[in-house]
């Protein structure tokens, strides 16, 4: 159904006039980016989990038939494939973000295909061994990272039970690979992820080298071994590169990690309900466009601070330019002083600005938007936005940000 509205959209922006098709366009980048996102978490419900089990039949059985090798070759591209392109389709979706370039996806595809093939590898040796062991510890690295992540307070979904499913199934990522869920920095997490990662995978390997069966020989489970190592060396290479050289905000090695989350999590499978209330919060009559974009990062509300601070505006530029600010050229000091002696639509929201909880800010930040591709196609003039103010009767302002 998502795949038939998508190709729906794509027609329409292309046989449309210049400024529905505008709109159609923008509809379609975000059905695209909700899509791939979903295929992401199909990709790690299913494919993870047969991948280490048919690599753990290789093992054990010490044969590895043709048609097992292919299959058990297409989950892994698919899985390191689905992360790259769900990034590239997130950035296009996204005014606030610059493309990113088909080297970059490459890069980050062979970055996230070698890790996982690293981390798979280790998790069929050990569980060719240590069949109970292995499901104590997927287990408790599931539980370690879902806490991790809902200590991280995301604020993806509109109610607090939502979230908590959206973190578990995070947390199923994170048995396998990185997965940024958070805005701001991300240098340290990611550091302490792969850290845990890499001791992880030495100790697994190390424990089926020692326990191994007899019908492997010490130079085979020494060539399994360094297969392991290099392959989860060449994906931190590969991450570096990414990095370093081919991300599309410019080189980060050296300076903040700060990237808005590239990454997030709609739903899947079992959790269907939980799917469509992420992604579509209230359904409106068949002539209600509803505008299904994917989903935000957006900071807790903490303290009684309505601005927000220095660092999140560094960390985060607006994703929406309603107007632009009339100090930044004289040309566009012209326009907006122009515009303002126009009457046009008005924004008002009853409530003060960073005032109110995150998952309600989703649900606005998700009307907004609707709301102004609405209203671009029926006004000239660019609508207005006011927040009610606890010292006035109304607050303009110039732009607003995914957290509101």
């Known amino acids: 159904m998502r795949y038939i509205h998508t190709l729906y959209l794509g027609a329409q922006s292309r046989w449309q006039s210049s400024r529905p098709r505008r709109h159609f366009h923008w509809r379609l980048m975000f059905e695209s980016a909700d899509i791939?996102?979903?295929r992401l978490l199909e990709a790690f419900l299913k494919s993870a989990p047969q991948l280490v089990l048919q690599l753990s039949i290789m093992i054990h059985g010490n044969n590895v038939l043709p048609l097992q090798g292919l299959s058990a070759s297409a989950s892994l591209v698919s899985l390191a494939w689905m992360i790259a392109s769900y990034q590239k389709v997130l950035r296009d979706s996204r005014d606030d973000k610059l493309n990113m370039s088909y080297k970059a996806v490459i890069a980050q595809m062979l970055w996230h295909f070698f890790t996982i093939g690293a981390?798979?590898?280790a998790f069929a040796l050990f569980a060719s061994v240590?069949?109970?062991?292995?499901?104590?510890?997927?287990?408790s690295h599931w539980c370690v990272m879902t806490f991790w992540i809902?200590?991280?307070?995301t604020d993806f979904c509109m109610s607090k039970w939502e979230e908590i499913i959206y973190n578990m199934v995070v947390g199923i990522i994170?048995?396998?690979?990185?997965f940024n869920v958070k805005e701001?920095?991300?240098?340290?997490?990611?550091?302490?992820?792969?850290?845990v990662t890499l001791a992880e995978n030495v100790a697994l390997t190390a424990a089926w080298y020692t326990y191994r069966g007899p019908h492997t020989s010490d130079s085979s489970a020494l060539v399994v071994v360094c297969l392991v190592a290099c392959s989860f060396a060449l994906g931190t290479f590969f991450m570096l590169v990414?990095?370093?050289?081919?991300?599309p905000d410019g080189p980060v090695i050296g300076s903040q990690w700060g990237t808005c989350v590239d990454e997030g999590v709609v739903g899947a499978g079992g959790v269907a309900g939980v799917i469509d209330a992420c992604l579509t919060p209230s359904q409106g009559s068949q002539t209600d466009m509803v505008i299904t974009s994917p989903p935000r990062t957006l900071p807790r509300t903490k303290g009684d601070s309505g601005e927000p601070t220095p660092g999140d505006r560094d960390s985060c530029l607006p994703v929406f330019q309603v107007r632009p600010s009339p100090a930044s050229s004289p040309a566009l000091l012209h326009r907006s002083s122009s515009a303002s002696r126009q009457e046009g639509?008005?924004?008002r929201i009853d409530l003060p600005r960073k005032r109110y909880p995150a998952w309600d800010a989703h649900f606005i930040d998700r009307r907004l938007r609707k709301t102004i591709l609405i209203l671009e196609t029926t006004s000239a003039v660019s609508p207005r936005i006011q927040y009610r103010s606890s010292l006035m009767g109304s607050k303009e302002v110039l732009e607003y940000e995914t957290t509101v």
């Open 174 to 178: 994170y048995i396998f690979c990185w």
């Open 119 to 121: 981390r798979t590898v």
């Open 150 to 153: 809902i200590q991280g307070e």
């Open 345 to 347: 639509p008005v924004i």
């Open 184 to 195: 701001g920095p991300s240098r340290f997490r990611m550091t302490v992820y792969y850290s």
């Open 242 to 247: 990414y990095y370093c050289w081919l991300h």
């Open 130 to 139: 240590f069949q109970l062991y292995f499901g104590i510890f997927i287990v």
């Open 36 to 38: 791939t996102m979903l």
